[in-house]
T-cell receptor, first 108, second 112 residues
Framework: AQRVTQPEKLLSVFKGAPVELKCNYS??????LFWYVQYSRQRLQLLLR??SRESIKGFTADLNKGETSFHLKKPFAQEEDSAMYYCALSGGANNLFFGTGTRLTVIP | NAGVTQTPKFRILKIGQSMTLQCTQD?????MYWYRQDPGMGLKLIYYSVGAGITDKGEVPNGYNVSRSTTEDFPLRLELAAPSQTSVYFC???????????FGSGTQLSVL
């Protein structure tokens, strides 16, 4: 079965501190993983996908197949990073499985 | 480009009533999706479509119907509303399967 687990519902960090949002997945095949973000009063939008190996707004995420993880990291958090973050897994079907989300609050 | 447009934004239904949630996109995307999000939960796929005239069930299709007569429109129909269908509904579209999804702003539905 395909599953995405985000163990933290809430995460607070101070501005300038490093941030890591955890995501673990369960899937027997080759996964495609994504991070989506929803800022206040905005739509859910793609932040990054592992296949692109890119850094968006200072965020990076590395797929670790051994630990089945896809944690989202940023070395220095900014206030504008406060948002709801969702990890999502594509298992090859026409479906994305979403985690329950982590609400990140960056404290000034 | 308006992107993905969903209507209405809010709706309250009585048990047993029916309604249609509208979704339209102007990006000429092949793939369209309907998700629901219950409080504290992740998004779950209700139905999806890979092109006009083609629809298929997702993870939680019971109690819903869809149609895709055009590339642009993908309405979601609730025939007999039940309290378990109280949720936030999101429509999304993408050009290719599981490529970047573009989401609508959501519909908050309450069934009382």
């Amino acid at each position: 079965a395909q599953r995405v687990t985000q163990p933290e519902k809430l995460l607070s960090v101070f501005k300038g501190a490093p941030v890591e949002l955890k995501c673990n997945y369960s899937y027997s095949g080759s996964p495609e993983l994504f991070w989506y973000v929803q800022y206040s009063r905005q739509r859910l939008q793609l932040l990054l996908r592992h296949i692109s190996r890119e850094s968006i707004k200072g965020f990076t995420a590395d797929l670790n197949k051994g630990e089945t993880s896809f944690h989202l990291k940023k070395p220095f958090a900014q206030e504008e990073d406060s948002a709801m973050y969702y990890c999502a897994l594509s298992g090859g079907a026409n479906n994305l499985f979403f985690g329950t989300g982590t609400r990140l609050t960056v404290i000034p | 480009n308006a992107g993905v447009t969903q209507t209405p934004k809010f709706r309250i239904l009585k048990i047993g009533q029916s309604m249609t949630l509208q979704c339209t996109q102007d990006m000429n995307h092949n793939y369209m999706y309907w998700y629901r999000q219950d409080p504290g939960m992740g998004l779950k796929l209700i139905y999806y479509s890979v092109g006009a005239g083609i629809t298929d069930k997702g993870e939680v299709p019971n109690g819903y119907n869809v149609s895709r007569s055009t590339t642009e429109d993908f309405p979601l129909r609730l025939e007999l509303a039940a309290p378990s269908q109280t949720s936030v509904y999101f429509c999304a579209s993408s050009y290719q399967k599981n490529e970047k999804l573009f989401f609508g702003s959501g519909t908050q539905l309450s069934v009382l």
